[in-house]
């Protein structure tokens, strides 16, 4: 599965969505509190996911492809760091 270029700026709208969810985490019970917050948080999407989706399969997929973006991310920001 891929993201097509009619939906990255949806993406962007779930991922910055995502990053001020744990914005106001943080603000709220504090940096200790971000690991917890943060299944919780994932467990939310991974439940939005299988609830939206065609069947199990296809909720997998999408899981599977924000988990690789996710290492890709990371890949990239370790990259601009040396």
Known sequence: MTIKHDTAEIYEIGYNAGLDALAS????????????????????????????AQNEDAATELIELSRNLSLEDLKKQKGAEC
Not at 30 to 35: I, Y
């Open 25 to 52: 985490i943080d603000k709220t019970a504090g940096a200790d509190a971000l690991p917890s917050a943060l299944v919780g948080l994932l467990t939310a999407a991974c439940n939005c996911a299988y609830s939206f």
